[in-house]
């Protein structure tokens, strides 16, 4: 009869064990009663497993915190009663009080009672404990005992009085506790796996490092953040290493960069004894409280921050992406919402380092496959088109005559723009987006769409009184004058003009300090004629931006006007200034040079156009070891881009040069393709310093030399309508006139609108006696460009060789108002 009596008695442990593993309270309630009815020696056993199976059943439904205080307070009193009692001599006989203590410190936790917690915690004497191997149910009761104390010693005021020391000793105990609460969690978890792990274990989890962080011990914190991002992974788990990996990765890109940053250690994989065939182990645990953590000779360590930073991010948006809901259904609204938050927080953190260390790909990658599941969510597709608008760039280390590349740029803007198409009507109210996307189209010499879109930008501001109403000014500004150089026709180019004057003055009007602004007005102005003004405004561009590139190229520019008397002088000045600021770029030199021969003497214009040539192989060589991966893969190559300034370059070009320019891209990609050789980088910006040496010799009437020089720029890009219009200048020299009108008509088929081609054709037109030809290609010049003098001057000379000295009276009179308005310091090509 006592056997049977203590089976039953075993029956009922393993049972009531099984339910509590299980979080099965009611049943465990039920069985502890019946335990207690049958064996009264385990009375005791059964106040503790009743007490325990209504707290734990209790918090299941009403989590502790501070909104469930008073219902805790009304609802855990027949609780506390029965956990009570089993802190009597007989339970602790029973060997229960102990785990009685520790649960009444949590039933105190939840009823706001946190001083009476650390008592019951104290009794238990947890900060004591042995470290040994603990049953699952234990070891989660001990993990939120210690997750609690933290808690409590951090919610309970210290006393004004207490010294510093109990302070500091007070705080160190607060940090240990969570240290060793998460520990515990992290192992109840993989002893767990499909647990849960509660509010008290997952605030443990992430509140230790914080602290660290609080009191500036981010090396502390980092460890401790590998650490828990180190441990074996479980079901419960995946989440919480979400928020996890997401907060490493805010404090390395936040606090932790340069000197002050330390790799982690690579976890010691142990020798094993035993035969070959033995398997190794691919976890390994450091004592009995520590969770198990990953472990193997190939296992990758970052050698850096940017390293770490990344493989974190990668792999939290991996996790994020993979607990992605993608059903649309109502019942998973919540779900899917929590899920999109962490993928977004994740993609916004990878957009953030990856932009700034140039790893835009990825960028790109990450939002690709957040498109599965954010349909219709405007932050994703505004971040989708921000970027593709990034990739439609050109990177200043690209391989500028390479054609792959140029088509590359071509689909980049093509996607950009159709991405951004998708995004608009989800973005109905943003401003900036829109002047990225129209900044994106003035690249690719989209004019038309890109003043669209600065137009809704510029609506969209004056609708709400936005702060970038002034910049939507500019650029829709800037698409007027883009589009007044693209087109011929006279009504539409002075329409075009006023509406672009109309609207840079409102954007300075709205903000003075916008270098950009300024010069664009000045650009404006000196298109128009208006050399004061465009001087005022380039001095108050400078003085909003003393190095700014376009100031300085405008300052040349207009103080090398024939006008300018005794002042002329100061072009030089600006462009030796030019020069200093931008060292590796080549405009300056293209003005010193100009400017040079006529102040200074053909030697010394001579001199600088062979500096020119001389940056330009250099940055040859740079470009040809970074496309080879050489020693000079991180040099400087700033010479591509210290010539434009963001927007300014835009409008610095001439559009309808864009055509022309593709056809003899064209051409000689063709050649290169035919003759089964590699085109040279910077081949047309090294044409170009040899057109300018070809000109200069002209100039200095060395005629063979500059035939040289024609000759070097056309094996490098031997169908540019400038190495033929320069070639036409040299016949043209040699008074060798039927070969300079083919070399003239040859840029014209590949250029139509090259002014100086048609200018000297109808100058050679002149020469061969062919009056009619000569006043017809004139005229056509005089009609495309009404502003150049010497058009007008070459008509005079044509028309009184015809016998009309009134047309030709005008048309030098003409030449005459117009001859201050031309610039001698030519533009960079």
Known sequence: MTSRSKNAVRTYETEIEKSREESNWKKAVDLALQLKARSPQHESLSHFLIGEGKLEAYLDEWPPIKENIERAQRELSEARGFLTLATDESGKKAGVALDAHLLLGKLNYACGSY???????????????????????????????????????????????????????????????????????????????????????????????????????????????????????????QALRLTLARQLAEVLMRGVTGQVYRAPQKVAVPQLAGTLSRRRE???????????????????????????????????????????????????????????????????????AAVRWGQLALVLESLERAMKFSFG??????????????AAVPQSHARPNSHAANSAGAGAATRALAVWRRAAPLLPHDAASRLVQAATCYRSHWIEEGIELAEQAVAIEEESDGPLLAR???????????????????????????TCLRLLLRAVSLDAGDHLALYHLALQYMTLGMLNEAMDATRSCLRARSDFGGGLRLCVALWSTACAGPRATRALDAARLARHHYPAAEWPLWALAALQLRWEGGEAALATGKELLRLLNSAEVELEELATGGAGAGADLDALSDSHDDAADAASIRAESVGAYRCARALSDASSLSAARPRAPLAEHRAHAWLLLADLCLRLGRVSAAAGCVSEAAALTPFSHLVLHTRGLVHAASEEWEEARQCFQNALAIHPTHLDSLVQLGATYYSLGWLRLAERTLREAGALEPARADTWRRLALVLGALGEPAAAADAAAAAIALHPLRPIAPRAP
């Open 472 to 498: 939507s000014l500019l650029y829709s500004g800037i698409g007027h004058q883009m589009l007044a150089q693209k087109i011929n026709a006279r009504q539409e180019k002075d329409a075009a003009n006023d």
């Open 282 to 352: 691919e976890h390994v645990a450091e004592g009995p409280w520590k969770p198990k953590k990953y472990a193997s000779f190939n296992q990758f360590v970052p050698a850096n921050c940017y390293e770490e930073v990344m493989l974190v991010l990668l792999v939290g948006e991996a996790m994020a992406v993979r607990d992605a809901v993608l059903s649309q259904s109502a019942e998973f609204e919540a779900a899917r919402a929590h899920a999109l938050r962490n993928a977004l927080s994740l993609a916004d953190l990878l957009a953030l």
């Open 115 to 237: 001083e009476d917690a650390l008592k019951h915690y104290k009794l238990a004497e947890l900060s004591t404990l042995t470290e040994k191997e603990l049953p699952v149910r234990s070891l989660r009761i001990v993990a939120e005992s210690y997750a609690i104390k933290g808690l409590c010693l951090e919610l309970t005021s210290v006393p004004a009085s207490t010294s510093k020391y109990k302070k500091v000793e007070r705080e160190s105990e607060m940090v240990r506790s969570f240290e060793i609460a998460s520990e515990l969690a992290l192992l109840y978890l993989q002893r767990a796996p499909t647990a849960r792990a509660g509010a008290a274990l997952e605030t443990a989890l992430q509140r230790a490092p914080l602290l660290h962080v609080r009191h500036a011990r981010l090396h502390t914190a980092v460890d401790r953040y590998r650490e828990m991002l180190m441990a074996v992974e479980s079901v419960s788990t």
């Open 377 to 390: 969510c405007a932050h994703v597709w505004r971040q989708r088109a921000l970027a593709t608008a990034a």
